[in-house]
């Protein structure tokens, strides 16, 4: 089988960090051919220089047969080269045929287009009504938009990051049969995933990246996901443990908690009720799109609720706003790495500041105490092995994984009674994802509460005591961890809540 992308010896260098050091690689014609390595190891880079975002400094690329350097990404995808992001790049007022015909350089009339969408949607088993308002669509069908507007290119090659992150199971299996079906037709797929058992499942072959150096090539088939990320990371890792430790009294309470969708596009939360105790990690589940936004504003304090619908500790803190509630010992990590968790362009001990001015005493009569912050920062990047030059970078100049690592240290430093995260390793490797894990679980065990809101489901099946699924608004009642399956969890995401007492 002949290749269809070759590359030899590329390298981009940034300031300070060579982010592709002599990368070589090739990709078989129709094969589905995974990416892997842990965060900041130069991934991103070498897909971008694929698809025409980045110059490299040296090396080139072959693409079909002919030399490949795009100068930007339209150049890339007249050559054949298409890419699904991991973020997606919609606009919500606008019906799914505008959006693709927006990803179009010459796109047909919006009526023949909407034939085109149907037909190409409906081979491939990711149905979509090019009518309706992408707005109103789940995350799920969300990522159908971005797939059939790349596959309405032809493409020969296919890169995917992170595709499955917002997907229920029975979306993945759908998914998964759908690049098959790709594949068998002869388009090659670049698969970009943290999930190592997915790419055992879905990929032929990998290429093993650490320090932006090519450090193996594996067939993910014949490999131990355990093995796959030892490489990665260049160690042995030890999966998260939780500590034995008993359960105490009731921390939070959450009693009939229903608001308005927080952007028009939003979800309602629908009579939400739960309870968090000492010592429990309570995980939450759920589809992007159904309401984890709107919850974790409202536990946080960022939305306000009626009285009497949040207590902490006995205490009303339902018309409290986040500082309020961060004194009281109630803090929250929201999904939003860059522009909610982080103010971008601000150093890492300014961010610091941001969140723990209160809890660390970093100020003293309305001025922050830059020196106390900087201490704060420093220990954040200690404890939690967050790779960056020093407290004085900007946010937006660290990796994913480790601005990741930095906002949940941030808040697990502050000592709360009660944390709320949402997506506490999206997009972050194996060894920082189980560091986070472990962090979680060391907070509860110490008598903490801690809700841990995600679409891992791995995730929330290795630390949860309890699960509830959050579906339109909607949270099923919590049932323990330890009964349930994927498939059940699933059914629950889908809306199934009956099945929580099966």
């Known amino acids: 089988m002949t290749d269809i992308l070759t590359i030899d010896g590329l390298t981009k260098r940034y300031p300070g960090v060579t982010a592709n050091d002599s990368v070589s690689l090739r990709i078989r014609r129709g094969a589905i051919h995974a990416l892997l390595g842990e965060n900041g190891a130069g991934k991103s880079t070498l897909v971008k220089a694929i698809f025409g975002l980045v110059k490299p400094d040296a090396g080139t690329m072959t693409f079909d047969g002919a030399p490949h350097a795009p100068a930007d990404p339209q150049a890339a995808r007249r050559a054949g080269v298409a890419m699904v992001f991991q973020h997606f790049s919609l606009f919500d007022a606008l019906s799914v045929a505008e959006n693709v015909s927006l990803g179009m350089e010459d796109p047909p009339a919006l009526r023949d287009l909407a034939g085109r969408i149907r037909q190409v949607s409906e081979a491939y088993g990711l149905p979509l009504d090019p009518a309706r308002r992408v707005g109103d669509l789940s995350a799920g069908e969300r990522q159908r938009v971005e797939i059939v507007r790349c596959l309405l290119q032809e493409p020969k090659l296919l890169i995917m990051d992170e595709p499955t992150s917002v997907l229920t199971p029975q979306e993945v299996d759908r998914l998964f049969s759908t690049l098959r079906k790709l594949s068998a037709e002869g388009t090659s797929i670049l698969y970009i995933s943290h999930k190592l058992e997915e790419i055992r499942q879905l990929c ?26 030892e490489t990665m990371v260049g160690q042995a890792l030890r999966p998260p443990k939780a500590a034995a430790h008993a359960t105490g009294d009731v921390l939070l309470r959450v009693e ?17 009720a739960l ?50 509630r961060r004194r009281a010992g109630l803090l929250a990590a929201p999904e939003e790495r860059l522009g909610h968790a982080a103010a971008p362009a601000m150093s890492l001990t300014e961010n610091a500041a941001l969140t723990g001015t209160v809890r660390e005493d970093l100020a003293a009569r309305g001025f922050v105490r830059w020196g106390a912050a900087r201490a704060f920062a420093e220990r954040v990047i200690s404890a939690f092995d967050v790779r960056t030059p020093g407290p004085g970078a900007a946010a937006r100049s660290l ?20 944390l709320v995260v949402d997506q506490p390793t999206w997009g972050v490797d194996a060894a920082a994802a189980a560091a986070i894990r ?3 679980l060391d907070l509860a065990a110490g008598g903490a509460g801690v809700i841990v809101v995600s679409q891992d489901l ?42 929580q007492a099966a």
């Open 256 to 272: 009939g908690l229903s608001l308005p969708p927080a952007s028009k596009f939003g979800t309602p939360l629908r009579d939400v």
């Open 458 to 499: 791995d995730e929330v099946m290795e630390i949860a005591d309890r699960f509830a699924a959050l579906n339109e608004g909607r949270l099923s009642a919590p049932v323990p961890a330890a009964d349930l399956t994927l498939e059940r969890i699933g059914l629950m995401l889908g809306g199934a809540h009956g099945m």
């Open 204 to 229: 032929e072959a990998a290429t093993i990246l650490r320090g932006g150096k090519v450090v193996a090539e594996a067939d993910p088939r014949a490999t131990s996901a355990a093995r796959l990320a």
């Open 275 to 324: 309870e968090l105790r000492a010592g429990e990690v309570l995980g939450i589940g759920g589809v992007a799109g159904n309401g984890q936004d709107e919850l974790l504003g409202a536990l946080s304090g960022e939305r306000r609720s009626a009285p009497g619908t949040i207590t902490l500790e006995g205490a009303d803190v339902s018309r409290l706003g986040p500082t309020e």
């Open 438 to 440: 472990q962090a979680l």
């Open 399 to 418: 990796s994913g994984g480790n601005l990741q690592k930095f906002v949940i240290g941030r808040e697990v430093l502050q000592r709360p009674r009660v």
